[in-house]
Nanobody, 116 residues
Framework: QVQLVESGGGLVQPGGSLRLSCAASKSIFSFNRMGWYRRAPGKEERELVAAIMYDGSAVYGDSMKGRFSISRDGAKNTVNLQMINLKPEDTAVYYC?????????WGQGTLVTISS
């Protein structure tokens, strides 16, 4: 079972930037897809933030396009999420996800709070 550990969350003012990192316990190229999801306060479902496929292509949630950028570092086995122009509605717990042969693994989440 892969271990995913997120880091980089915190409190940021609106308009600010933040970089999240997800460290995997094995090669990130073991996975068909790795990405980030988030659960906003008071909501039950997690929504897609961004995901990067094995071939390097990326997909983003609609409200994140142009503001968020996902990348990966094979040498460090990390997947990173650069977020700019953050808005209060980006406040959520952000979860790292990895999918391998139809099975999903999740990190414990890191809290991102956008507030002045």
């Amino acid at each position: 079972q892969v271990q995913l550990v997120e880091s980089g969350g915190g409190l940021v003012q609106p308009g600010g930037s933040l970089r999240l990192s997800c460290a995997a316990s094995k090669s990130i190229f073991s996975f068909n897809r790795m990405g980030w999801y988030r659960r906003a306060p008071g909501k039950e479902e997690r929504e897609l933030v961004a995901a990067i496929m094995y071939d390097g292509s990326a997909v983003y949630g609609d409200s994140m396009k142009g503001r968020f950028s996902i990348s990966r570092d094979g040498a460090k086995n990390t997947v990173n999420l650069q977020m700019i122009n953050l808005k209060p509605e980006d406040t959520a717990v952000y979860y790292c996800n990895a999918e391998e042969w139809g099975l999903d693994a999740w990190g414990q989440g890191t809290l991102v709070t956008i507030s002045s």
